[in-house]
């Protein structure tokens, strides 16, 4: 069965730090990662997504993510955290062998608050 | 305008009352789900369609019930609603790709069952 692993209930980072979202996964096959973000009052929105390639993918805000298949993870990362950033995220995964429902798991998410 | 758009946004209601939560999406995707926010939970999968002829229970079914209309409406119903329904309640869609494509949501519906 598909799981996601969010450790990390809420990450504290301050602004100009750089920042980590961790993320684990668990499939059958091979998975397909994304992460969305969740601001106030707002349904989530697309930031990145790993189908295949290059273990590092890079998505919208500045957002980075690095796919780790031995660990099974995919944490997501920023350089620069803005107080714009905070937010609450959410990893997924998708298996591609089980595609016949396109279902896709979301961890509990994660809350970041970047302190000025 | 929103291309994923929901309504009511919130709603209050009894025990035992019947509640129809609506989606309507203008991005012409053939995939439609429904979803619930729970603090701590993440999102689970209430039911999900695929063309209009096409239905599936995700992994919370129970008590709930869908409709598909059309190509771009996806409604969701509480036949006799329960205070452990109280959540908030989001609509996605998704381009019928391989399974790579991500989704697209709605602002939410807030509900509480009183």
């Known amino acids: 069965a598909q799981s996601v692993a969010q450790p990390e209930d809420q990450v504290n980072v301050a602004e100009g730090n750089p920042l980590t979202v961790k993320c684990t996964y668990s499939?059958?096959?091979?998975?397909?990662l994304f992460w969305y973000v969740q601001y106030p009052n707002r349904g989530l929105q697309f930031l990145l997504k790993?189908?295949?390639?290059?273990?590092l993918v890079k998505g919208s805000y500045g957002f980075e993510a690095e796919f780790n298949k031995s660990q099974t993870s995919f944490h997501l990362k920023k350089p620069s955290a803005l107080v714009s950033d905070s937010a609450l995220y959410f990893c997924a995964v998708r298996d591609v062998q089980n595609t016949g429902g396109f279902k896709t798991i979301f961890g509990a998410g994660t809350r970041l608050f970047v302190k000025a | 305008d929103a291309d994923v758009t929901q309504t009511p946004r919130n709603r209050i209601t009894k025990t035992g009352k019947r509640i129809m939560l609506e989606c309507s999406q203008t991005k012409g995707h053939d995939r439609m789900y429904w979803y619930r926010q729970d603090p701590g939970l993440g999102l689970r999968l209430i039911y999900y369609?695929?063309?209009?002829?096409?239905?599936n229970k995700g992994e919370i079914s129970d008590g709930y019930s869908v409709s598909r209309q059309a190509q771009a409406k996806f409604s969701l119903s509480l036949e006799s609603a329960i205070p452990n329904q109280t959540a908030l309640y989001f609509c996605a869609t998704a381009s019928p790709g391989q399974g790579a494509d991500e989704q697209f949501f709605g602002p939410g519906t807030r509900l509480t069952v009183l």
């Open positions: 369609s695929f063309d209009v002829k096409d239905i």
């Open positions: 499939v059958s096959g091979n998975p397909y």
């Open positions: 790993y189908i295949t390639g290059d273990n």
